[in-house]
């Protein structure tokens, strides 16, 4: 059974840090790219970073420079370190792996963050 669970999330002021972490279980970790994505109220999910399963990471215009992904394949966990948060990341946060061949996707259930003073 495939798990992918997030942690980390939580309320924080403006211009705070948070780091979110996402244990994956019930795959072979380092075969998967990983990736955090963002859904905000009203909104479509968008891709917030992404980390192939080489290490090659991309970043969203808007969290450039702000945000950070990381993968640690000996604890089969990536990251996102979010600095300099504004009130326009509150979000629910959640993690994905994606695998091409075989096609294969799963989806963690989301932690929320919340920036507001």
């Known amino acids: 059974q495939v798990q992918l669970v997030e942690s980390g999330g939580g309320l924080v002021q403006p211009g705070g840090s948070l780091r979110l972490s996402c244990a994956a279980s019930g795959i072979i970790f380092s075969l998967y790219a990983m990736a955090w994505y963002r859904q905000a109220p009203g909104k479509r999910r968008e891709l917030v970073a992404s980390?192939?399963?080489?290490?090659?990471?991309n970043h969203a215009d808007s969290v450039k420079g702000r945000f950070t992904i990381s993968r640690d394949n000996a604890k089969n966990t990536v990251y996102l370190q979010m600095n300099t948060l504004r009130p326009d990341d509150t979000a629910v946060y959640y993690c994905?792996?994606?695998?091409?061949?075989?096609?294969?996707?799963?989806w963690g259930q989301g932690t929320q963050v919340t920036v507001s003073s």
């Open positions: 994905n792996a994606d695998r091409s061949s075989p096609r294969q996707r799963y």
């Open positions: 980390i192939t399963s080489g290490g090659t990471t």
